[in-house]
């Protein structure tokens, strides 16, 4: 199914800035901050970001490829909303 909203990755053979440099240890880049983010936990351990915006508009990926560096449809978590991972 083709997409009409694209989420940027940053390209780390680029030179400037990558996403990494600028937030360590977040490695779904904006997803780890925006309130449409799921983590989901399979039986065997690995870990998957789930966008919560694709139950209801299929122009966005159910699992976007990692780091997303820009997204449309982005709106920041409140900090004290935020369920352990």
Do not use: H, K, W
Not at 46 to 75: A, M, N
């Amino acid at each position: 199914m083709a997409s009409d909203i694209e989420v940027d990755r940053p390209n780390p053979m680029e030179g400037g800035d990558t996403l990494q440099s600028q937030m360590p240890g977040s490695p779904a880049g904006l997803c780890d901050s925006c309130r449409y983010q799921r983590v989901v936990r399979n039986t065997r351990g690995s870990t998957f970001s789930l966008c919560e915006r694709s139950r209801e508009d299929d122009r966005y990926p159910r699992y976007p490829r990692l780091p997303v560096g820009s997204c449309p449809g982005y709106e920041q978590r409140d900090r004290e909303t935020r369920e352990p991972a």
